[in-house]
Nanobody, 124 residues
Framework: QVQLVESGGGLVQAGGSLRLSCAAS????????MAWFRQAPGKELEFVAA????????YHAETVEGRFTISRDNAKNTMFLQMNNLKPEDTAIYYC?????????????????WGQGTQVTVSS
């Protein structure tokens, strides 16, 4: 079982940037797909972005396409989410997720492990 720890959340003004990190441990990192999900108050869990094990294939939700970029550094067992041009509607708890294999979908059904979450708050 992989263990995940997020960091990098915080409070930022609209138009600003944040970079989230997700440190993984416990199993081979390069063979599993990873993703970011988020949950705003009173709303359902929402897919944000995903990346395959080798970092060669990514997919971003339409709501963040062009503003957010998912990446990973397999040498450091770490995944990132660079968030630019943040909007108040991006305010949520962001969760790092690891799959069971090198396969992902936009549904959380592929997720085998979750991080504890990190709060991102964007003020207008």
């Amino acid at each position: 079982q992989v263990q995940l720890v997020e960091s990098g959340g915080g409070l930022v003004q609209a138009g600003g940037s944040l970079r989230l990190s997700c440190a993984a441990s416990g199993r081979t990192f390069t063979n599993i797909a990873m993703a970011w999900f988020r949950q705003a108050p009173g709303k359902e869990l929402e897919f944000v972005a995903a990346i395959n094990g080798g970092g060669t294939n990514t997919y971003h939700a339409e709501t963040v396409e062009g503003r957010f970029t998912i990446s990973r550094d397999n040498a450091k067992n770490t995944m990132f989410l660079q968030m630019n041009n943040l909007k108040p509607e991006d305010t949520a708890i962001y969760y790092c997720a690891a799959g069971r294999s090198d396969y992902y979908t936009v549904s959380p059904s592929f997720v085998n492990a979750w991080g504890q979450g990190t709060q991102v708050t964007v003020s207008s």
